[in-house]
C-alpha cells in the first residue's frame, strides 16, 4: 500500500481538517488584533480623556486670571472667548502632550501592543498630507459657499487672532483623535468590525458637539455626515492617528485662523480675512461655521467615502476578531501558558 503524502512529506498539503486542538489546564485566551484587556483599555482611555479635558480648561482658566484678573462666569461655561489665547495655546499643547503619552500607555503596558495606532516610519508625512488635505477642503467648501452668494471678503483683519484657533485645532486634533479614533474606533472595530465601528463613532462624534453654544441637532449630524466618517475613514486608510490628527488641526486652524468661521458652534472667531456671511444658514453654516453648511457637508462626506474606498482596496475594513488564527490557538480560542 503506498504511504501516506501526508506523513512521508512534512511540507505537502493535507486536506483533511486538522484535529481540534485541547486547550491545556489554565490556558488563556489568545490575544486579538488590539491587544489584551481591551475592556480596560476602554476604560482608562475614558479616564483620560475626561481627564485632559479638565486639565486643559483649569490650566487655560488659571492663566486667564492670573495674567488678566478677569474671571470667567461659571455659570454660563467657559466657552474660547473666556480664555486667553496663550494660556489656551499652552493648555492645549500639554493636554495633546499627554493624550499622545496616554495612549502609548494603553496600548502599550496594558494592551500589549506598543505603539499601536502612532508608530512606524511615515508619521511625518501622514501628518503633513493631513494637513494638506484639512486644508483644502476647508478652502474648497468656502470657495463653493462664496459662489453661491453664501461668503464675501471685505477686507483684511488688521490684528487677526490666531493663538486661539491653533488652541482649538490642537486640542481637538490630538485629544478628540486619540479618544474617538485611537480608542473607540479602534477598539470597536476589533469588538464589532470596521464598518459599526466607523458608524457608531461618526455618531458618538457628531453627538458630544450638540451642546456647543450655536450647533445644535443640525450642527451635530451635520458632524457625523462630514467629520466622523472623513476622519474615520482616514484612521481606518492608515491604520494610525497621525493622517487623522493631521486633517482635523488643518480643519479646525484654517477655518477659524484664516477664513474666521466659528468652529463647530463655540463663538465668533477674528482670523485673517474679514468676512460677511448671507444667505439661508443651510449655505452660509450660520452660527454653526462652516461646518453647518450643506456644501462642507457634501464635501468632507466625499472625501470620507475616498478615505473608506481606498481602504477597502488596501484591505483595512477588517470583520470582527474572533481570534482565529488557529495555528496560535486552540478551538477554543485559547493558548497554553507559556
Known amino acids: ?16 481538517p486538522a484535529t481540534p486542538a485541547v486547550a491545556a489546564p489554565g490556558a488563556r485566551r489568545a ?5 489584551r484587556l481591551t475592556g480596560v ?30 474671571v470667567p462666569d461659571p455659570s454660563s461655561g467657559f466657552g474660547v472667548a473666556d480664555f486667553d489665547p496663550t494660556g489656551f495655546l499652552v493648555a492645549a499643547v500639554i493636554g495633546a502632550v499627554l493624550a499622545i503619552a496616554g495612549h502609548i500607555l ?14 512606524g516610519r511615515g508619521k511625518l508625512a501622514e501628518l503633513a498630507a493631513g494637513l494638506g488635505i484639512g486644508s483644502l477642503l476647508i478652502a474648497l467648501s468656502t470657495g463653493i459657499i ?21 488652541a482649538i485645532g490642537i486640542f481637538a486634533a490630538f485629544v478628540e483623535e486619540v479618544f474617538f479614533r485611537g480608542a473607540l474606533l479602534r477598539l470597536i472595530d476589533g469588538w464589532l468590525g470596521s464598518w459599526a465601528a466607523l458608524a457608531l463613532t461618526s455618531v458618538l462624534f457628531g453627538l458630544v458637539h450638540i451642546t456647543n453654544d450655536d450647533a445644535g441637532l443640525w450642527g451635530a449630524i451635520a458632524i457625523i455626515i462630514e467629520a466622523g466618517v472623513l476622519l474615520g475613514g482616514a484612521y481606518l486608510l492608515t491604520r494610525r492617528l497621525w493622517l487623522a490628527i493631521g486633517i482635523h488641526l488643518a480643519w ?7 477664513f474666521s468661521f466659528a468652529v463647530s458652534g463655540t463663538g465668533e472667531q477674528h482670523g485673517i480675512l474679514q468676512a460677511q456671511l448671507s444667505g439661508p444658514d443651510w449655505l452660509s453654516g450660520g452660527a454653526m461655521g462652516v461646518e453647518g453648511s450643506v456644501v462642507t457637508v457634501i464635501v468632507g462626506l466625499a472625501a470620507g467615502i475616498v478615505m473608506v474606498v481606498l481602504a477597502h482596496r488596501r484591505g ?20 497554553p501558558n507559556a
Open 252 to 258: 479646525n486652524t484654517v477655518q477659524s485662523g484664516i
Open 316 to 335: 483595512n475594513l477588517l470583520p470582527r476578531d474572533r481570534r482565529a488564527d488557529r495555528s496560535l490557538t486552540g478551538a477554543d480560542g485559547t493558548v
Open 106 to 119: 494603553v496600548v502599550g503596558p496594558i494592551g500589549a501592543r506598543p505603539g499601536q495606532a502612532v508608530g
Open 146 to 166: 462664496a459662489l453661491l452668494g453664501g461668503y464675501r471678503v471685505t477686507g483684511l483683519d488688521p490684528n487677526p487672532q490666531l493663538l486661539a484657533p491653533l
Open 41 to 70: 483599555q476602554l476604560l482608562v482611555s475614558v479616564i483620560l480623556f475626561l481627564v485632559v479635558e479638565t486639565l486643559i480648561s483649569v490650566i487655560a482658566v488659571v492663566w486667564t486670571v492670573v495674567t488678566s484678573g478677569a
Open 1 to 16: 500500500m503506498p504511504s501516506d503524502p501526508a506523513s512521508s512529506d512534512p511540507r505537502a498539503f493535507d486536506p483533511r
Open 31 to 35: 490575544p486579538g488584533r488590539n491587544g
